[in-house]
C-alpha cells in the first residue's frame, strides 16, 4: 500500500485535521494507522469514559491537545444527579507522569477540581490553552495557580462554568512577564476583579484578541482596557450602566470608535438601555452578537440597535426581543446563519411573547439560516412546513415549546408532519430536538428521512416502541439519543443492541424500559456500560449494585421501571468512580 | 395510513399526559418525574429562587424537572437578576453630616427610591430635607444630600434615575448652611 517513505505520508496526514478523517484513515492499513497514530496532535474524546487515559497515551504519544466531554448533555438540565461523575483528575494525572508535552485542554460538562488546576499548571511546561465549558468543581484558587504558573498561556476561555469564587485575586497572579494573552473569557465568574489589575493585564497584551470580562466590570473600567487594547476582536462587556452625560461616557464613545475590528459583542450582564446608543458604531462590523444574558433591555432598544447590524451572522437574544422583533431580524440580517431565542422567563406562564410568527419571518428573511434553537409559547404544522421550504440547509434544528405536548393551536393536530417536512427538506440535518405534541408517525419521518442526523432530543414524544425503533433502524449515522418522558420500552430498547455500538451514547429517563431489559441488554453487550441511575428516596437494592451482574432473586424486581438509564459504548469496561446511586449492570 | 395507527395498537400503550399531580393512568406514566420533587434535584447548585416559592407562581406545568431545557448555569444567571433588588448583596455607603462627629453607613440598595432613601437619612441624622425640585434643588430647608459619584464629583440627590444614582453612589454627605443653599440653587 505504501508507495511513499513515512515521513511523505505524515505530511501529507497533516493536512488531515478533522477527527473523523484522522480515524478514518487509520483504519486503510496497518502503517496507516502506526503513522497516524504517533503523527495526531490532537485528541478528540467525546466520552470519557469509552476509554482510559493511559490508552490514549498510548495510542497517542505525540498529543498537545486534549479535548474531553464528561456529563450526558441532559445532565444540562438537572436530569443528572450532581456527583454522577465525569473528573478530569485522572486524565490529568496520567497525562503528568507520562511527560507528554500537553500544550491544550478542553473541557465541557466535567468535573475539574482545584487540584486538577494545579496540577496542570504545574506538569505541562508549554501549556498554552484552558477551555472549559458548563464545567464546575473549581474555584478562584484554581484559577490563581493556572494564572501563577501558566507562563506562556495565550488562551483561559471560560464558558459558563459553576466557579466558586474565594476571592482569590487570581487575576492578579499573571506575573508581569506574561504578555502572550490572546484570549481571555471570565464572564462566568460570580466575584469581584481587581480592576487596575486587570487594566495592567490587558495593557501588557497586544495579542489580545477575545476578552470577556465579568459583571464587575464597570463601564468606566471598560473605557480604559478598550483604550489599551483597540485590537480586540471578540469583546464581552460585563456592566454597562453609567451616566450618559458623563464625562466618561464620552470618553468611551470615543474610544468605541477605535475599535474597528470587534467583530463579535455579548455579555451586557447589567445593562441600562439609554447606554446602549454607545455601541452603535461598532454594530456595523458585527457578525456575531449575544445579548442573551442582556436582561431588562426592551424589545424597542433591541430593534433599534438590531437595524445598525447588518452583517450578523450570529444572534443569541432573548425572546422579549417578540415577533416583531424577529420580523427586523429578518429585514436586516441577511446574512444570518444561527439564531437562539432563549426564554426570558421560563416559568412565566403567557409572558413568553414569540411564536411561530417570528420564526416564519425569519425563515423569509435570513436564507442561509442553517442553525436554530428556538423557545417559544407554539408552533404550528403550517409554520413548520413553510420554514422547511424556505430553508433547506438546517444543519441543526431545536425547537422548544414551552408547554411540551402542546399541540397545532390551529388544528389541534400533533406537529408530526411540521418536524416531518424539516427532516425532508432538510438533508444535511446533523442535529434535531422536538417537542409539542407528537406520534410515532414524526419517528417515522425521521427515521425514513434524516439521513444524516446524528443527534436526537427527543422529550414528551410518540405513543409506541415503534417510535424509537423506526429512529434505530433508520437513522445510520445516528450517535447520541437522548430520550426523556416518552413510552419507548423494552421491546425498543432490545431492538437492536448492536446498534448501540454504532453510537456515543444513549439516555433514556421517564420511560417504560424495565431493569431486566436493562440487564438482558448489558448481558449481550459486554462493549456497552449500562448504567442505572437512581437518585430518589427509593431504596436501591443491595444486590443490584454489586458491580457485577447479579441475578435478582425478588419477584418482580425486573420488572421495575429504570427511572434513569445512559448506556455508552466503551473499551474502558465500567468505570471504578460511580457513586453509590448509579449502577453499571 | 390510518390502518397503520391501528397497527400501532395504540390503546395499549397509550401516553396518558395528564398535568402533573393529577391523576394516573394503570401505566402512570404521565410526568412522573414531577412526583418525586417538583424542580431540580440538586438543590444546592440552584439559588432556590426559582422554586417552590409563591412569588412565581408557575402554573403546574411549568413544574416539570428540566423543562424547559435551559442550563442551569444560564437559568440561575437570570433568576439572580431579577432577584437582584432583594439580594443580599447591598451597596453600603458612607454618609457624613457636616458637623456630626461621626460618619454613619446605609445600605441603598434597601430602598426603592428616593423618597424612601431621604426619610431614612432624616430619620437617621434628625434633619428635613425640604421638597426637591428639578430646577431649585432642596428647597424649604437649611439641608441639601449630596452624593459624590465615581468621579469624584460632589452631585445632588435626586438629580438622576434611581437606577443610575445606585450605580454611581460612592458616599452621601448632608451639607448644611450656605454652601448648602448654593448646591440647592434657587436664590
Same mark, same amino acid.
Given at each position: 500500500?505504501?508507495?511513499?517513505?513515512?515521513?511523505?505520508?505524515?505530511?501529507?496526514?497533516?493536512?488531515?485535521?478533522?477527527?473523523?478523517?484522522?480515524?478514518?484513515?487509520?483504519?486503510?492499513?496497518?502503517?496507516?494507522?502506526?503513522?497516524?497514530?504517533?503523527?495526531?496532535?490532537?485528541?478528540?474524546?467525546?466520552?470519557?469514559? *469509552?476509554?482510559?487515559?493511559?490508552?490514549?497515551?498510548?495510542?497517542?504519544?505525540?498529543?498537545?491537545?486534549?479535548?474531553?466531554?464528561?456529563?450526558?448533555?441532559?445532565? /444540562?438540565?438537572?436530569?443528572?444527579?450532581?456527583?454522577?461523575?465525569?473528573?478530569?483528575?485522572?486524565?490529568?494525572?496520567?497525562?503528568?507522569?507520562?511527560?507528554?508535552?500537553?500544550?491544550?485542554? $478542553?473541557?465541557?460538562?466535567?468535573?475539574? *477540581?482545584?487540584?486538577?488546576?494545579?496540577?496542570?499548571?504545574?506538569?505541562?511546561?508549554?501549556?498554552?490553552?484552558?477551555?472549559?465549558?458548563?464545567?464546575?468543581?473549581?474555584?478562584?484558587?484554581?484559577?490563581?495557580?493556572?494564572?501563577?504558573?501558566?507562563?506562556?498561556?495565550?488562551?483561559?476561555?471560560?464558558?459558563?462554568?459553576?466557579?466558586?469564587?474565594?476571592?482569590?485575586?487570581?487575576?492578579?497572579?499573571?506575573?508581569?512577564?506574561?504578555?502572550?494573552?490572546?484570549?481571555?473569557?471570565?464572564?462566568?465568574?460570580? %466575584?469581584?476583579?481587581?480592576?487596575?489589575?486587570?487594566?495592567?493585564?490587558?495593557?501588557?497584551?497586544?495579542?489580545?484578541?477575545?476578552?470577556?470580562?465579568? $459583571?464587575?466590570?464597570?463601564?468606566?473600567?471598560?473605557?480604559?482596557?478598550?483604550?489599551?487594547?483597540?485590537?480586540?476582536?471578540?469583546?464581552?462587556?460585563?456592566?454597562?450602566?453609567?451616566?450618559?452625560?458623563?464625562?466618561?461616557?464620552?470618553?468611551?464613545?470615543?474610544? !468605541?470608535?477605535?475599535?474597528?475590528? !470587534?467583530?463579535?459583542?455579548?455579555?451586557?450582564?447589567?445593562?441600562?438601555?439609554?447606554?446602549?446608543?454607545?455601541?452603535? &458604531?461598532?454594530?456595523?462590523?458585527?457578525?456575531?452578537?449575544?445579548?442573551?444574558?442582556?436582561?431588562?433591555?426592551?424589545?424597542?432598544?433591541? !430593534?433599534?440597535?438590531?437595524?445598525?447590524?447588518?452583517?450578523?451572522?450570529?444572534?443569541?437574544?432573548?425572546?422579549?426581543?417578540?415577533?416583531?422583533?424577529?420580523?427586523?431580524?429578518?429585514?436586516?440580517?441577511?446574512?444570518?446563519?444561527?439564531?437562539?431565542?432563549?426564554?426570558?422567563?421560563?416559568?412565566?406562564?403567557?409572558?413568553?411573547?414569540?411564536?411561530?410568527?417570528?420564526?416564519?419571518?425569519?425563515?423569509? %428573511?435570513?436564507?442561509?439560516?442553517? *442553525?436554530?434553537?428556538?423557545?417559544?409559547?407554539?408552533?404550528?404544522?403550517? @409554520?413548520?412546513?413553510?420554514?422547511?421550504?424556505?430553508?433547506?440547509?438546517?444543519?441543526?434544528?431545536?425547537?422548544?415549546?414551552?408547554?411540551?405536548?402542546?399541540?397545532? &393551536?390551529?388544528?389541534?393536530?400533533?406537529?408530526?408532519?411540521?418536524?416531518? @417536512?424539516?427532516?425532508?427538506?432538510?438533508?444535511?440535518?446533523?442535529?434535531?430536538?422536538?417537542?409539542?405534541?407528537?406520534?410515532?408517525?414524526?419517528?417515522?419521518?425521521?427515521?425514513?428521512?434524516?439521513?444524516?442526523?446524528?443527534?436526537?432530543?427527543?422529550?414528551?414524544?410518540?405513543?409506541?416502541?415503534?417510535?424509537?425503533?423506526?429512529?434505530?433502524?433508520?437513522?445510520?449515522?445516528?450517535?447520541?439519543?437522548?430520550?426523556?418522558?416518552?413510552?419507548?420500552?423494552? @421491546?425498543?430498547?432490545?431492538?437492536?443492541?448492536?446498534?448501540?455500538?454504532?453510537?456515543?451514547?444513549?439516555?433514556?429517563?421517564?420511560?417504560?424500559?424495565?431493569?431486566?431489559?436493562?440487564?438482558?441488554?448489558?448481558?449481550?453487550?459486554?462493549?456497552?456500560?449500562?448504567?442505572?441511575?437512581?437518585?430518589?428516596?427509593?431504596?436501591? /437494592?443491595?444486590?443490584?449494585? %454489586?458491580?457485577?451482574?447479579?441475578?435478582?432473586? =425478588?419477584?418482580?424486581?425486573?420488572?421495575?421501571?429504570?427511572?434513569?438509564?445512559?448506556?455508552?459504548?466503551?473499551?474502558?469496561? &465500567?468505570?471504578?468512580?460511580?457513586?453509590?446511586?448509579?449502577?453499571?449492570? | 395510513?390510518?390502518?397503520?395507527?391501528? /397497527?400501532?395498537?395504540?390503546?395499549?400503550?397509550?401516553?396518558?399526559?395528564?398535568?402533573?399531580?393529577?391523576?394516573?393512568?394503570?401505566?402512570?406514566?404521565?410526568?412522573?418525574?414531577?412526583?418525586? $420533587?417538583?424542580?431540580?434535584?440538586?438543590?444546592?447548585?440552584?439559588?432556590?429562587?426559582?422554586?417552590?416559592?409563591?412569588?412565581?407562581?408557575?402554573?403546574?406545568?411549568?413544574? !416539570?424537572?428540566?423543562?424547559?431545557?435551559?442550563?442551569?448555569?444560564?437559568?440561575?444567571?437570570?433568576?439572580?437578576?431579577?432577584?437582584?433588588?432583594?439580594?443580599?448583596?447591598?451597596?453600603?455607603?458612607?454618609?457624613?453630616?457636616?458637623?456630626?462627629?461621626?460618619?454613619?453607613?446605609?445600605?441603598?440598595?434597601?430602598?426603592?427610591?428616593?423618597?424612601?432613601?431621604?426619610?431614612?437619612?432624616?430619620?437617621?441624622?434628625?434633619?428635613?430635607?425640604?421638597?426637591?425640585?428639578?430646577?431649585?434643588?432642596?428647597?424649604?430647608?437649611?439641608? =441639601?444630600?449630596?452624593?459624590?459619584?465615581?468621579?469624584? /464629583?460632589?452631585?445632588?440627590?435626586?438629580?438622576?434615575?434611581?437606577?443610575?444614582?445606585?450605580?454611581?453612589?460612592?458616599?452621601?454627605?448632608?451639607?448644611?448652611?450656605?454652601?448648602?443653599?448654593?448646591?440647592?440653587?434657587?436664590?
Amino acid at each position: 500500500m505504501n508507495y511513499f517513505p513515512d515521513e511523505v505520508i505524515e505530511q501529507v496526514f497533516d493536512y488531515v485535521t478533522s477527527h473523523q478523517d484522522r480515524n478514518s484513515i487509520s483504519l486503510v492499513c496497518k502503517s496507516w494507522y502506526r503513522i497516524e497514530r504517533l503523527s495526531r496532535q490532537r485528541v478528540f474524546i467525546g466520552n470519557c469514559y *469509552s476509554i482510559s487515559p493511559d490508552k490514549v497515551i498510548e495510542r497517542f504519544p505525540a498529543i498537545r491537545s486534549l479535548s474531553l466531554k464528561g456529563k450526558p448533555h441532559f445532565a /444540562d438540565f438537572n436530569l443528572v444527579p450532581y456527583d454522577w461523575g465525569g473528573h478530569v483528575y485522572p486524565w490529568i494525572v496520567a497525562m503528568a507522569k507520562s511527560k507528554v508535552n500537553l500544550e491544550e485542554i $478542553r473541557l465541557k460538562r466535567m468535573v475539574v *477540581s482545584d487540584e486538577s488546576l494545579e496540577l496542570i499548571s504545574s506538569s505541562f511546561a508549554n501549556f498554552t490553552s484552558l477551555v472549559l465549558v458548563s464545567c464546575e468543581g473549581f474555584t478562584t484558587n484554581g484559577l490563581k495557580a493556572v494564572a501563577a504558573n501558566c507562563s506562556l498561556l495565550r488562551e483561559l476561555d471560560l464558558q459558563e462554568n459553576e466557579v466558586e469564587d474565594h476571592r482569590s485575586q487570581w487575576l492578579n497572579h499573571f506575573p508581569e512577564s506574561s504578555t502572550s494573552l490572546v484570549t481571555l473569557n471570565f464572564s462566568c465568574l460570580k %466575584g469581584e476583579i481587581n480592576l487596575a489589575a486587570l487594566e495592567r493585564l490587558v495593557a501588557r497584551s497586544p495579542n489580545l484578541k477575545t476578552l470577556r470580562v465579568n $459583571r464587575a466590570v464597570t463601564l468606566d473600567s471598560l473605557q480604559k482596557i478598550l483604550s489599551w487594547a483597540p485590537q480586540l476582536m471578540d469583546l464581552g462587556v460585563g456592566s454597562f450602566i453609567h451616566d450618559p452625560d458623563s464625562e466618561t461616557f464620552y470618553k468611551l464613545k470615543n474610544t !468605541i470608535v477605535q475599535c474597528k475590528s !470587534i467583530t463579535s459583542l455579548s455579555g451586557f450582564l447589567e445593562v441600562a438601555p439609554y447606554c446602549l446608543p454607545a455601541i452603535y &458604531p461598532v454594530c456595523s462590523n458585527l457578525t456575531s452578537l449575544n445579548l442573551s444574558y442582556a436582561l431588562g433591555i426592551p424589545a424597542s432598544e433591541l !430593534i433599534k440597535l438590531i437595524r445598525h447590524c447588518k452583517r450578523l451572522q450570529r444572534l443569541w437574544i432573548l425572546d422579549c426581543i417578540g415577533d416583531k422583533g424577529l420580523e427586523v431580524v429578518a429585514s436586516n440580517c441577511k446574512d444570518l446563519q444561527e439564531l437562539r431565542v432563549f426564554p426570558s422567563d421560563p416559568f412565566g406562564a403567557g409572558n413568553t411573547v414569540v411564536t411561530e410568527e417570528g420564526l416564519v419571518a425569519i425563515s423569509f %428573511g435570513c436564507k442561509k439560516l442553517n *442553525s436554530l434553537l428556538y423557545f417559544c409559547h407554539q408552533m404550528t404544522n403550517a @409554520a413548520l412546513i413553510t420554514v422547511a421550504n424556505n430553508c433547506p440547509n438546517f444543519v441543526r434544528f431545536r425547537l422548544c415549546i414551552l408547554d411540551p405536548t402542546k399541540a397545532d &393551536p390551529l388544528t389541534q393536530q400533533p406537529l408530526d408532519e411540521g418536524f416531518g @417536512a424539516i427532516v425532508q427538506s432538510c438533508k444535511g440535518l446533523k442535529r434535531l430536538s422536538l417537542s409539542g405534541l407528537l406520534t410515532d408517525m414524526v419517528f417515522l419521518y425521521i427515521g425514513m428521512y434524516a439521513e444524516q442526523l446524528e443527534m436526537l432530543s427527543v422529550a414528551f414524544a410518540g405513543k409506541s416502541d415503534k417510535g424509537m425503533i423506526y429512529v434505530l433502524n433508520g437513522c445510520k449515522k445516528l450517535r447520541k439519543l437522548e430520550v426523556r418522558d416518552s413510552p419507548f420500552g423494552d @421491546a425498543a430498547l432490545l431492538a437492536d443492541p448492536g446498534k448501540y455500538e454504532t453510537m456515543r451514547s444513549l439516555w433514556m429517563s421517564s420511560c417504560e424500559v424495565t431493569l431486566g431489559a436493562c440487564k438482558a441488554l448489558a448481558r449481550k453487550m459486554p462493549m456497552l456500560n449500562v448504567e442505572i441511575i437512581d437518585d430518589s428516596e427509593l431504596t436501591v /437494592d443491595e444486590a443490584l449494585c %454489586g458491580g457485577a451482574p447479579v441475578a435478582v432473586t =425478588a419477584d418482580g424486581d425486573d420488572k421495575q421501571k429504570v427511572e434513569k438509564m445512559y448506556l455508552y459504548r466503551t473499551l474502558a469496561g &465500567p468505570r471504578n468512580d460511580a457513586p453509590e446511586f448509579v449502577c453499571t449492570l | 395510513m390510518g390502518s397503520f395507527e391501528n /397497527d400501532l395498537n395504540l390503546e395499549a400503550t397509550e401516553l396518558r399526559l395528564g398535568l402533573p399531580g393529577t391523576e394516573e393512568s394503570e401505566k402512570g406514566n404521565g410526568f412522573r418525574s414531577s412526583n418525586k $420533587r417538583p424542580l431540580s434535584d440538586s438543590e444546592a447548585k440552584q439559588d432556590g429562587v426559582e422554586e417552590k416559592g409563591p412569588k412565581a407562581a408557575p402554573s403546574p406545568k411549568a413544574q !416539570i424537572v428540566g423543562w424547559p431545557p435551559v442550563r442551569s448555569y444560564r437559568k440561575n444567571s437570570l433568576q439572580q437578576k431579577k432577584a437582584d433588588p432583594e439580594a443580599a448583596s447591598g451597596i453600603y455607603v458612607k454618609v457624613s453630616m457636616d458637623g456630626a462627629p461621626y460618619l454613619r453607613k446605609i445600605d441603598i440598595k434597601a430602598y426603592k427610591g428616593y423618597p424612601e432613601l431621604l426619610r431614612a437619612l432624616e430619620n437617621m441624622f434628625k434633619f428635613t430635607a425640604g421638597e426637591y425640585s428639578e430646577r431649585e434643588g432642596y428647597k424649604g430647608s437649611d439641608y =441639601a444630600p449630596a452624593y459624590e459619584d465615581k468621579e469624584g /464629583d460632589l452631585m445632588l440627590v435626586g438629580d438622576v434615575p434611581w437606577e443610575m444614582f445606585i450605580a454611581s453612589c460612592k458616599k452621601l454627605r448632608i451639607m448644611k448652611g450656605s454652601e448648602a443653599i448654593g448646591l440647592g440653587c434657587g436664590l
